[in-house]
């Protein structure tokens, strides 16, 4: 009787992996590669790691074996890989459908409230038994910006996945270096900033830090005016991390719209090879 429930385990649990595999090839089908032709300096990579996936719905306790069926656990599965392949839909018309305006239209601010819907609805299956959002950390988050400042890159992940790349400048100098720092961004998220500490410049009306996302202590990713575009790529900043503007403003547009829980920032000195 013992081998037969050991060998009636060892189906099941064969099972399960097999239906997950299956679900996990779904999900890989679901969420297509996005096309970035406007933004001539993004880089499209389709990678995953799967040493970084520590999202497991086996291991989360929602599912209780004895308690649940099957069928609740796989639907589980399913609604979850759904709603991911949504939330990264809506970021591809975000980037379809955002102009190099200053400020937000009307319509792109509603591709972001309507976003932000989807990523609410999305998180209700991220929370724990006391109803709490699970914290995330890095690529466990929604949205997680890397900026590599040997190479003067900024790398961002969604989902887990890479999906682009824009020329920065950091600091130029030790007077002015970028310190390292791996956060939660504290905020504010604004569209409209100009430093009172180094004032100088402006990008079509929204200051000379337009599309800022303060990470802490006065640092932030924003966009920055014509004169330095050339500069993008090569250290020249202050201390924040310029972007070109329209790079920023989906950047900021992303933030808004998982906020900044599910956002995580990682600036670096290098990154390993």
């Known amino acids: 009787m013992k081998n037969y429930t050991q060998h009636l385990l060892l ?12 679900t996990e090839d779904k999900k890989q089908e679901a969420a297509k590669p996005f096309n970035y032709e406007a933004f001539k300096d993004s880089v499209i990579n389709k990678t995953e790691s799967d040493t970084n996936n520590t999202s497991n ?3 989360d306790g929602k ?4 308690k649940d069926s099957l069928e609740t656990m796989l639907v589980k599965i399913d609604t979850q890989w759904k709603r991911e392949a949504s939330f990264m839909d809506r970021y591809d018309t975000i980037k379809k459908k955002f102009t190099n305006n200053p400020g937000f239209s009307p319509e792109e601010k509603e ?14 299956s991220k929370k724990d038994t006391t109803g709490k ?15 590599d400042k040997a190479n003067q890159k900024l ?59 303060f990470l802490r202590d006065g640092y932030a990713i924003h966009g920055t005016t014509p004169g330095s575009f050339a500069k993008l790529g090569t250290p020249a900043s202050h201390g924040c991390v310029r972007l070109h503007p329209d790079n920023a403003k989906v950047f900021n547009a992303i933030v808004k719209s998982v906020g900044l829980n599910q956002t995580w920032v990682s600036i670096k000195d290098s990154l390993p090879k």
Do not use: R
Not at 133 to 146: D, G, L, Q, R
Not at 187 to 207: A, C, D, E
């Open 133 to 147: 959002i699970i914290a995330c950390k890095e690529k466990e988050c929604m949205v997680y910006a890397v900026v």
């Open 57 to 59: 719905i086996f291991d």
């Open 111 to 124: 591709v972001i409230a309507t976003n932000i819907k989807t990523v609410d609805s999305f998180l209700i």
């Open 11 to 22: 189906l099941l649990v064969t099972s399960l992996t097999l239906l997950s595999c299956k």
């Open 155 to 213: 790398y961002l992940w969604l989902m887990g996945e890479l999906k682009d790349s824009f020329l920065v400048s950091t600091g130029k100098g030790k007077k002015y270096d970028t310190p390292q720092m791996s956060l939660h961004p504290e905020g504010p998220i604004v569209t409209k900033y100009t430093s009172k500490k180094f004032p100088g410049g402006n990008y079509l009306g929204l200051g000379n830090m337009p599309y800022a996302v």
């Open 63 to 66: 599912f209780v074996p004895g």
